[in-house]
DNA sequence: TTCAGGATGTACT
DNA sequence: GTACATCCTGAAC
């Protein structure tokens, strides 16, 4: 189905973080094409919530991408080690983002994810692996071959985009985010959605 | 199956 | 120097 448009993301961010559900992250490389569908997001809204990089219209080298138009990919280092990404909403100067935080393997492309991952085919995953293939950003990066070099890219180019598969999830969940214990009253924002 | 602890680099006090 | 939108390993149960 088509790719998402600059306007899908230039939305109220919570509603962008909602209808991200069930869509497909595509990300094209060397040629070949990696695909997951989208089971986890957060949204991360910088002029309320204090657990935004850029809370209260912060600018800094590093936050400077959350003020670039909708549509734009926002990718950080984080732990030292892990990277992730975000998908820029809102109208431009508004820092805003959505956290992808987990996708399921689509198409026939698990081995080379799997690959990405661990090395080894789909098949000769262990069963821990299995459950712990793509359920966290930085997982989701590391498979898709997403790093900082991404931060700032067009969301609407050819090398990693989102498409529409024209399937609604069944059930929406929402939650507390994680690991923003830190960020007192949003920490308890159910800004946090999944499949 | 769960849990504690360590890895590791960048941003910003 | 400290904190960080995390992940992996190994040990205990």
Redesign the pocket.
Known sequence: MGKLDRSFYDRDTITVARELLGKELVRVVDGTVLRGVITET?A?I?RMDK????YNY??????ET?FAPPGTA?V???????H?L?FVTEAQGEPA??????VEPAGDCADLLARN??GCPAQEMT???R??FL????????AFHID?SFNGSDLTGGVLYIEDTGREPARIYEGK???????QEAKDFLWRFWI
């Not at 359920?135 to 590391?142: I, L, R």
């Not at 985010?177 to 960020?183: E, F, N, P």
């Open positions: 957060e991360y910088g657990a935004c990089h850029a912060k600018r800094t080298p590093r936050t959350l926002y950080y280092l984080i732990y030292g080690m892990h992730c975000n983002a959505v956290l992808l935080r987990a991952r661990f069963p821990y692996q459950n712990n359920n966290g950003p930085g997982k989701v990066c590391k900082r985010r994680i690991g923003i214990d830190y960020a």
